[in-house]
């Protein structure tokens, strides 16, 4: 009975270097130096909502590494998708933070920019072709 409920023989596999991706390394975060106009950007964010809790985070953080305390970071794929990686690589470099965790996406896509310098499969084209996840 599983062996028919199961048939890999219809499947149709394709190499990851035809994917069409939604990211590209080129698009990744670059990094800036410190400067007076950040500083002052950043204390313009209101203390409303999203941009206050952004706030308070970044306030911890830089109070916790002050005082020499361990900071730990916990990401989901969004994360390394969206092209932070080279803020998070620079800040652990830094020493400011100094644990990551993450769940099993996140290894993916990370390792789709190291294999092909591309990531974040385009989801609706291969739903509707019924080629999603199958490079």
Not at 71 to 98: F, Q, S, T, W, Y
């Amino acid at each position: 009975m599983a062996d028919k409920l199961l048939d890999f023989g219809k499947l149709k596999v394709y190499s990851i270097k035809e994917r069409k991706n939604l990211v590209k390394i080129e698009q990744f975060a670059k990094l800036v130096k410190p400067s007076k106009q950040f500083k002052n950007f950043f204390a313009s964010l209101p203390d409303i909502l999203c941009a206050a809790d952004f706030k308070t985070i970044i306030k911890a953080i830089v109070k916790a590494h002050k005082e020499g305390r361990k900071v730990g970071l916990a990401i989901g794929a969004h994360v390394v998708k969206c092209g932070l990686a080279p803020i998070i690589i620079d800040l652990m470099e830094r020493g400011i933070i100094n644990c990551v965790s993450m769940n099993g996406s996140v290894a993916i896509h990370d390792y789709e920019i190291s294999l092909i310098g591309e990531t974040s499969e385009d989801v609706a084209d291969g739903i509707n072709d019924g080629s999603f996840g199958m490079a």
